[in-house]
């Protein structure tokens, strides 16, 4: 049986390694929680990397108002009840995004490398489309 802080650290590198390989095809995971002791249940927030770096920049030059943010795509693992959910919500000046729109929602087996190989293929198709 796996001692709880092995399952933990491992739960933590999946984690670290989905954002690694995003972060190597310009997709910025701008927001992570995870919950180890919730079932394994996480959230994540993506954006293309063009859009965050175009963001900033806009921020800090002449005409801040004028800025416009990057769309975020949010996953969501449900660990408890095996439900991956993806939304997206545009970002507004000077605010979070809170617009979020559904646009997937299905099952997944618990504790599966399928998971993570589907967001990062979902996260992929749809930041760098």
Request: charged letters at 25%; glycine letters at 4%.
């Given at each position: 049986?796996?001692?709880?802080?092995?399952?933990?650290?491992?739960?933590?590198n999946?984690?670290?390694e989905?954002?690694?390989?995003?972060?190597?095809?310009?997709?910025?995971?701008?927001?992570?929680?995870?919950?180890?002791?919730?079932?394994?249940?996480?959230?994540?927030?993506?954006?293309?990397g063009?859009?965050?770096?175009?963001?900033?920049?806009?921020?800090?030059?002449?005409?801040?108002?004028?800025?416009?943010g990057?769309?975020v795509?949010?996953v969501?693992?449900?660990?408890?009840?095996?439900?991956?959910?993806?939304?997206?919500?545009?970002?507004?000046?000077?605010?979070?995004?809170?617009?979020?729109?559904?646009?997937?929602?299905n099952g997944?087996?618990?504790?599966?490398?399928?998971?993570?190989?589907?967001?990062?293929?979902?996260?992929?198709?749809?930041?760098k489309?």
């Open positions: 049986m796996e001692r709880s802080s092995q399952s933990a650290v491992s739960f933590v999946k984690l670290a989905l954002t690694n390989h995003l972060a190597a095809k310009d997709i910025v995971v701008s927001s992570l929680h995870a919950d180890w002791s919730a079932f394994g249940s996480w959230e994540l927030q993506a954006q293309k063009e859009e965050a770096e175009r963001y900033g920049q806009a921020l800090l030059g002449p005409n801040p108002t004028q800025a416009i990057p769309e795509v949010r969501c693992w449900d660990g408890r009840d095996g439900i991956l959910t993806v939304d997206a919500s545009p970002t507004r000046f000077c605010s979070a995004p809170n617009e979020w729109q559904e646009e997937y929602s997944f087996h618990k504790k599966s490398d399928e998971l993570f190989r589907f967001v990062e293929e979902y996260l992929t198709r749809r930041l489309a």
